[in-house]
């Protein structure tokens, strides 16, 4: 329900930050900038919480696990890593908020039960937000502040926190794609019951649609250039949706995953024509079928942000930006939510961060919020502090349990520094400038998919690089793994 | 004109891809395998495991060797971080943007299917490796 008159919160004027954004990447960046106290206005086009899961999945269920009993204590840090879903916060009654909220049918939530614990975050928290307020053009000031003109008038502030969400459609230049639905346009299944579909793309939005037409259907045919990666896909929360429409791939049962660059997509009466060059088998494709979608993907609104500076990935869907998301040091424009899938890290192995989820996220607004206010406002929130002696079992404490570095592998660390200060960092920003850094940590995966923590050490403008060794149990707070990296510190 | 096309064209305009068809440069233009770093942006670090082979889309970078006074210069089209992927080491010099770099990346577990996928870009690569072997026995 949209709030009204006057009581709707921030109305336009001068502040220090504005958030744009109530999904969970505003939601969360808003909750850690105020825990910082920063008086931030967050702003919102929609008229309740959710962003993206008011809407989205098609289908209905996400993908990332919450576990209402876990190895770990409801509103602990360390059960946080076993509810991918909830919003993080410094209050245990704030924590968790979405497995209570579940059914159990499952494992990981429906739409509607993760859109009921966003808002009893919002709500809860509580987490103000100016509904019904749309950012439309960005400008910067003589004195260099940003100016967010939107639909209630404008915003003056120092840094602006952009958390659109990666939810406008895409479509690839295909030539007849114009005329195609996207994946957001979906019917609901029973109308595709009997029909021959093919869908474009074979990423996760793809294989949803190809998963829920299933039982429907009479034929689903996916297609894209590139073949889909069974290696990279056992190891990753995406796999769910690719099970069933693969195995049917698989097995010959119908539904086929071609590797088909496509040329053309034509009407022929009430049936369309694709046509196209196969990739990893050459030869021509001609496919007739009653329906096509586009699961092309998505981009970011990023509306004017461009002629400001901001540059962009993946064909100008994402910003880019640098290892603390912001577009380019010192710009004060940074991102929250899934955008920040636009600053890469190492990718080490070819693994890339959660940042495009909710569980990887969630913490990067966490770091990004002290790293703007270090950087913007000042002066540079305090950090909880370590004795050396105490070193090597702390890194393998955090190694073990901090939710932070299993959910961003090789991608957020654990980094201490000679005075004792601890902090989450991004690695990259860690190994490029580690100042007084002493040593960091973080849980790293290969190829193989062997977890292990990874400890860098700095020494005279020198970082070096200890992967310890894998435990059958992911404990790494055992008296080897202790020795190994008191030797090396 | 779109930024897939342009993409498309760009990894065409290349030596190392010169021999393939559309198809096959329009799977290899994976959106999820370009990379973007700033001036002065680290791209390989020396020392570190699990990196990947990069081909340069666009812009400069330079291979920095502890006390080497004059890096090498890496262009459009110049590749490196084949030697760390390919053997499975850690790299022995850092690699820095020295301008804003656009890249394709090939992760370092992907390589070996890549380049027994594509057996003319394989081929290409080996021509400029032993070029640069040349070089270096003079």
């Given at each position: 329900m949209a709030e009204t008159g006057?009581?709707?919160?921030?109305?336009p004027g001068d502040y220090p930050v504005v958030v744009v954004g109530s999904g969970p990447g505003g939601l969360q960046a808003s909750y850690c900038l105020s825990r910082l106290g920063v008086d931030c206005a967050t702003i919102s086009?929609?008229?309740?919480?959710?962003g993206m899961f008011r809407q989205f999945p098609i289908f209905q269920r996400l993908l990332s696990w919450s576990k209402p009993d876990a190895p770990a204590e409801p509103g602990?840090?360390?059960y946080e890593w076993y509810d991918h879903n909830s919003l993080v916060a410094d209050e245990p009654r704030h924590q968790g908020l979405v497995p209570p909220l579940?059914?159990?049918?499952?494992?990981v939530p429906s739409r509607p039960e993760m859109e009921a614990g966003l808002a009893a975050f919002a709500e809860q928290v509580p987490v103000p937000v100016r509904y019904g307020c749309s950012w439309e053009s960005t400008r910067r000031a003589d004195d260099g502040r940003l100016v967010l003109a939107t639909s209630d008038g404008e915003y003056t502030c120092r840094a602006a926190v952009f958390a659109?969400?990666?939810?406008?459609p895409w479509f690839s230049p295909?030539?007849?794609?114009?005329d195609v639905p996207h994946y957001v346009d979906t019917?609901?299944?029973?109308?595709?019951?009997g029909r021959r579909v093919f869908v474009i793309g074979k990423r996760n939005s793809a294989f949803e649609i190809a998963d829920g037409l299933l039982p429907w259907a009479q034929q689903v045919v996916l297609g894209s250039p590139?073949?889909?990666q069974t290696s990279v896909l056992a190891q990753a929360t995406v796999r769910v949706r690719y099970l069933q429409p693969f195995e049917d791939h698989a097995l010959g049962g119908g539904t086929f995953a071609l590797d088909l660059a496509v040329d053309r997509i034509e009407r022929v009466g009430d049936r369309w024509r694709v046509s196209g060059q196969g990739t990893t088998r050459p030869g021509a494709i001609e496919l007739e079928v009653d329906d096509v979608i586009a699961a092309t993907g998505f981009s970011a609104p990023?509306?004017?942000?461009e002629e400001l500076g901001v540059r962009t990935v993946a064909q100008g869907r994402i910003p880019a930006m640098t290892p603390?998301?912001?577009?380019?040091?010192?710009?004060?424009i940074y991102f929250a939510g899934n955008?920040?899938?636009?600053?890469?890290?190492?990718?080490?192995?070819g693994v890339g961060a959660a940042s495009a989820a909710v569980h990887g996220f969630r913490y990067n607004a966490r770091v990004m919020a002290r790293h703007l206010v270090g950087t913007h406002l000042g002066p540079k929130p305090a950090c909880p502090t370590v004795d050396a002696p105490e070193l090597a079992p702390y890194l393998l404490e955090e190694a073990t349990t901090a939710p932070e570095l299993w959910a961003q592998k090789a991608y957020l660390a654990r980094a201490v520094y000679r005075n004792g200060d601890t902090e989450i960092v991004p690695l990259a920003a860690w190994l490029d400038d580690p100042g007084d850094g002493a040593a960091a940590v973080t849980v790293e995966m290969d190829a193989s998919g062997d977890v292990y923590p990874a400890v860098y050490s700095s020494a005279e403008g020198n970082v070096r690089e200890l992967l310890l060794p894998p435990h059958h149990l992911n404990d790494f707070r055992g008296p080897e793994h202790e020795a190994e990296l008191r030797a090396a510190l | 004109m779109t930024e897939r096309d342009e993409l498309v064209r760009s990894l065409s305009g290349l030596t190392l891809f010169s021999d393939l068809r559309d198809a096959d440069l329009e799977a290899i233009a994976d959106p999820e395998l370009e990379r973007r770093f700033g001036e002065g942006e680290r791209v390989l670090r020396r020392g570190l495991s699990g990196s990947g082979f990069y081909v340069i889309l666009d812009g400069e970078a330079a291979v920095e060797i502890a006390d080497d006074d004059e890096p090498r210069r890496l262009r459009r089209g110049d590749f490196f971080g084949e030697v760390s992927t390919l053997l499975d080491c850690k790299p022995t010099a850092d690699v820095i943007a020295r301008s804003p770099l656009h890249a394709l990346e090939i992760p370092g577990p992907q390589l070996e299917a890549f380049l027994l996928q594509y057996p003319r870009v394989t081929y290409r690569m080996l021509q400029t490796v032993t070029r640069r072997l040349r070089d270096v026995l003079g």
């Open positions: 006057h009581d709707r919160p921030f109305p086009q929609d008229d309740a919480p959710g602990t840090r360390e579940m059914d159990r049918s499952y494992i659109l969400g990666v939810t406008t295909i030539p007849g794609i114009e019917r609901p299944p029973e109308e595709y019951r590139r073949p889909v990023l509306l004017d942000l603390f998301w912001e577009s380019s040091p010192g710009s004060g955008a920040t899938q636009g600053a890469p890290g190492l990718r080490k192995h | -």
